[in-house]
DNA sequence: GGGGCGATGCAATGGTATTGCATTGTTTCA
DNA sequence: TGAAACAATGCAATACCATTGCATCGCCCC
């Protein structure tokens, strides 16, 4: 096939099609993760709502996960090759700088165990710093 | 003066009026974060922006902090003591529980120190846990 | 070839955050 | 005291993001 990440897509039991192809491709060309809005603008003129219902069935599926960095603005990235739906293995740490105002992911930085009282019961964890980046601070 | 919280007010560099002494009041009688809306219903009938900015200027002032718990809106808790608003120090991580939704300080569980490359500069550090909270559970 | 199902795209809606601006209330100073 | 100066309030309007309804399109299977 002329798309290799057709593969990627039905190796998570997701239908490939052109948009998703193209919204994968976008995905994995980016160091940083990207908001509905950035695929949008990046795709040229996808419709926002497909692209929206795209990257759904990605989360759903566990290819991607989301992250909240409090820009107001949910954003994506390609989940690690372990990750399956139900128990999403993104336990990195995400960086969001105030600068250029762009997330990444922080895979060598692993989330430490947190010491809770064993009536909770945790499903999820995020941790996001806020700062300046490396590349932000060597600009600067 | 019939208000205890006036002091606190003040301690803030905060102007005291009737409405930042009411959501200060409701602040301090819930053990939730709770977002614009709740503090609005808690109020009975407030005008919307006004409790906004009022938690604006709470949060400036570094009388209260936000806090990003995914539900897609924000929500505010009071501060430790010791908070400036140049320098939060509401390091502490907070639980988001699906269930009831609702959103509580766990100032006992400290964020453990994350190391990371020299060349970012931290600023702000959020670790919120998603699940099911004491109470939900034991009530399931 | 036709039925069925999933994917797509346009339109419309809902919810939250935010700004503009006029009004009200409070403080300050002559 | 009274009026200017400033802060706070409240209504209206706006912007933005996420989401749903519904009709259409395309593909796969029979």
Redesign the pocket.
Known sequence: MAHPQEDTLIAKQ??P????LLVLEVLQQQSAAL???DVEQLLGH?????V???L??FTDKGLVHRIEDGS???KFALCEPGCTPEHHQDLHVHFFCTQCRETSCLPAVAIPAIPLPSAFQVQETSLVLKGVCARCTSIA
Not at 46 to 50: E, G, H, S, V
């Open positions: 997701i239908t099609t052109a948009m998703r908001s509905l809005a996808a419709d926002r709502i497909t929206h219902r795209t759904k069935t107001g603005a949910v």
